[in-house]
């Protein structure tokens, strides 16, 4: 049995339908060989190969460079498996949590992103949410494109 969040125990609907904007991968310039946690569709990532549901992403192999926008709801695994695997890019909310301690302590680098940052939702809207987020870069291709890319300071 699923633990509920406090947002399902107050009644809203799960949902980790939050795209990420075209304009954040404009700004990288850079192709990604998999994104492990696409959605269905309304997609903007610039991957060769994406995973989406039913397919499990934690489960299958990752490999080159990824792309991670992971589901919110579950972000311990998703974390774990991009920080394990080395080499990409995750878009992550800033969190007091045991896993973005490990994300500040071994990543090569970080960028908090405007605030409010807004995502592209299913219906055609743009909405943010409670965190501030920001883009963790592990590797080198990844760590340069997020220094190229002028999104804020990167550290």
């Known amino acids: 049995m ?15 339908e939050y795209y990420t904007p075209k304009s954040v991968f404009d700004h990288l310039g850079i192709t ?3 994104d492990p946690c696409s ?18 992403g934690l489960k299958a192999p990752w490999f080159g460079l990824v792309w991670m926008n992971p589901p919110y709801s579950e ?10 695997h080395g080499n990409g890019v995750a878009l992550l909310p800033t ?8 994300v500040w302590a071994e990543a090569d680098g970080i960028c908090l992103l405007p605030i409010p940052f807004k995502f592209d939702r299913p219906e055609g809207m743009r909405k943010t949410i409670f965190f501030p987020v920001a883009l963790v870069a592990m590797g080198d291709v990844s760590y340069q494109a ?3 890319s002028n999104l804020g300071r990167v550290r």
């Not at 699923?2 to 980790?16: F, I």
């Not at 969190?95 to 490990?102: C, N």
């Open 32 to 34: 990604f060989d998999l």
């Open 95 to 102: 969190a007091q949590s045991k896993w973005f301690s490990r």
């Open 2 to 16: 699923t633990a509920l969040s406090s947002r399902q125990k107050k009644g809203y609907p799960k949902n980790d």
């Open 146 to 148: 997020l220094l190229a």
């Open 75 to 84: 972000m311990t695994p998703w974390v774990n498996k991009f920080m394990d």
């Open 39 to 56: 959605p269905l569709e309304g997609s903007n990532v610039p991957a060769k190969q994406t995973y989406s549901l039913p397919l499990d």
